[in-house]
T-cell receptor, first 107, second 111 residues
């Protein structure tokens, strides 16, 4: 089946790094995405990685892709309270989202 | 360029009432979909469409109907509202393999 799995909660202190993990099932996905949902809002596309890449860096965000293990991660450096949100990973062309990871950043 | 527009933002219905949640996009996207989001359940796919005139069921289609007569619009109809349909509903659109653009959501309460 098409399942995306993520851990449900992550709590970090302000200034620390956060790592949010995701496993997916479809090895043919061309792109993999990370979305951010702030409280009371819709999902916004945060970043993405093309499937032929291992890593992508975008300011404080680093996306790592391990195609062999079908594992995707999002690292947020110097995590701020404004990063508190739910983060979803998703596969291109797939309509199924996981439960999302709720990131809580404590001052 | 408005993106994905959902109306209304909030709605309270009585059990048994029907209503239509509206979704419109101005990006000429082929794909459109409806999700509901409940605490602890993530996003669950209700119905989706890969183009005008084509719709299909998602994970939780019961109690909902959709149609796609134009590329721009993808309304979601609740036939006879039930308290179990209290949720936040999101519409999204995408072009082929690119990421989805989401609307801001409709918060529905059924009493």
């Amino acid at each position: 089946g098409e399942d995306v799995e993520q851990s449900l909660f992550l709590s970090v202190r302000e200034g620390d790094s956060s790592v949010i993990n995701c496993t997916y099932t479809d090895s043919s996905s061309t792109y993999l995405y990370w979305y951010k949902q702030e409280p009371g809002a819709g999902l916004q596309l945060l970043t993405y990685i093309f499937s032929n890449m291992d890593m992508k860096q975008d300011q404080r965000l680093t996306v790592l892709l391990n195609k062999k293990d079908k594992h995707l991660s999002l690292r947020i450096a110097d995590t701020q309270t404004g990063d508190s949100a739910i983060y979803f990973c998703a596969e291109a062309g797939k309509l199924i989202f996981g439960q999302g990871t709720e990131l809580s950043v404590k001052p | 360029n408005a993106g994905v527009t959902q109306t209304p933002k909030f709605q309270v219905l009585k059990t048994g009432q029907s209503m239509t949640l509206q979704c419109a996009q101005d990006m000429n996207h082929e794909y459109m979909s409806w999700y509901r989001q409940d605490p602890g359940m993530g996003l669950r796919l209700i119905h989706y469409s890969v183009g005008a005139g084509i719709t299909d069921q998602g994970e939780v289609p019961n109690g909902y109907n959709v149609s796609r007569s134009t590329t721009e619009d993808f309304p979601l109809r609740l036939l006879s509202a039930a308290p179990s349909q209290t949720s936040v509903y999101f519409c999204a659109s995408a072009q082929a393999d690119y990421g989805y653009t989401f609307g801001s959501g409709t918060r529905l309460t059924v009493v």
